[in-house]
């Protein structure tokens, strides 16, 4: 199992960016992938999560989320899943990792399956 994830940059507060999750190896369609996000200084948090079998969506902060309008998106034909985040603040900063486990769960010993972080830095 790999995961690939990429996308991040530096943007100016009030942008946006949409990160790519690339998942490959799997052998089954049964699974969650995650959007895990570490500031500087912090514990790794969960932010995201979408079931790969039929497109459910999991969320830390739903409320924030809808707010900040940000969605969690896939594309099953290229085994990729979208995080996608408007109105970036300077505390989005942060490396943004995904991760596949067999269930949703805000705690990261739960997945198994860790792809390299993708640095997202927001200037005020």
């Known amino acids: 199992v790999q995961l690939q994830a990429s996308g991040g940059g530096s943007v100016q507060a009030g942008g946006s960016l949409r990160l790519s999750c690339v998942a490959s190896?799997?052998?089954?369609?049964?699974?969650?992938i995650a959007w895990f996000r570490q500031a500087p200084g912090k514990e790794r948090e969960a932010f995201a999560a979408?079931?790969?079998?039929?497109?459910?969506?999991?969320?830390?902060d739903y409320a924030a989320f809808q707010k900040d309008r940000r969605t969690i998106s896939r594309d099953t034909a290229k085994n990729t899943i979208y995080l996608e985040m408007n109105s970036l603040k300077p505390e989005d900063t942060a490396v943004y990792y995904c991760?596949?486990?067999?269930?949703?769960?805000?705690?990261?010993?739960?997945?198994?399956?860790w792809g390299k972080g993708t640095l997202v830095t927001v200037s005020s």
């Open positions: 190896g799997f052998t089954t369609d049964d699974y969650v």
């Open positions: 991760a596949a486990g067999l269930v949703w769960s805000r705690a990261a010993p739960d997945f198994p399956y």
């Open positions: 979408i079931s790969y079998s039929d497109g459910r969506s999991y969320w830390q």
